[in-house]
């Protein structure tokens, strides 16, 4: 049976970190959006306090500063919600192993089940649709694309980037069932 995509909760998510590795950096942002019947139904944000300071270069990247997680939460008072959130949806990231690496581990770590249903990558659904872009890095496609644009490198903003660029992507594809998608 195909199950149409009217039919599914699509959770677009996003993490922030304080560095490329998962075994070596720390989720400092998390995010994502809940999307069904056409429209946002439920968003999930938070601030993470990493265990190490964050270095200037990294800083750089997400604007997110020390100062700003001094008095956050830690990954392990925050993924449980986080897990709870992303329940009963198909997620949508850009770029899909990265934030997924950091999310596995995390859930391991918490024993934590991770969702036995398949992640999208919107960043692979874009090379397949939208052939005339530059490149398919998302803070180009949002302006390609006519995306609303938020702060780049923020979770939550690039969490509904990504989103929207799935949606365009379904359109644009004419991918109308989860099983053409995959």
Do not use: W
């Not at 999930?44 to 270095?55: A, F, I």
């Not at 692979?124 to 872009?133: G, P, T």
């Not at 490149?135 to 780049?152: E, R, V």
């Amino acid at each position: 049976m195909k199950q149409e995509l009217s039919d599914i909760t699509f959770i677009g998510f996003d993490t922030e970190t304080t560095g490329k590795y998962p075994l070596d950096a720390e989720i400092c942002e998390i995010a994502a959006v809940k999307y069904k019947d056409g429209k946002v139904i439920d968003e999930y944000q938070s601030l993470v306090r990493p265990r190490k300071p964050m270095s200037s270069e990294v800083i750089n990247i997400h604007g997110i500063t020390n100062e700003m997680v001094k008095d956050e939460r830690v990954i392990e008072d925050v993924i449980g919600s986080f897990h709870e959130f992303i329940q009963g949806g198909i997620l949508v990231a850009h770029h899909a192993p990265f934030d997924l690496g950091f999310i596995s581990i995390e859930f391991e770590k918490n024993k934590l089940e991770f969702p036995e249903v398949p992640t999208i990558c919107s960043s692979k659904l874009s090379r397949q649709v939208i052939k005339d872009a530059p490149n398919h890095k998302l803070q180009t496609l949002i302006p390609h694309l006519g995306i609303k644009q938020g702060k780049a490198h923020r979770a939550l903003d690039d969490a509904k980037a990504c989103l929207d660029l799935a949606l365009i992507c379904f359109e644009r594809g004419n991918l109308t069932t989860l099983e053409s998608i995959l």
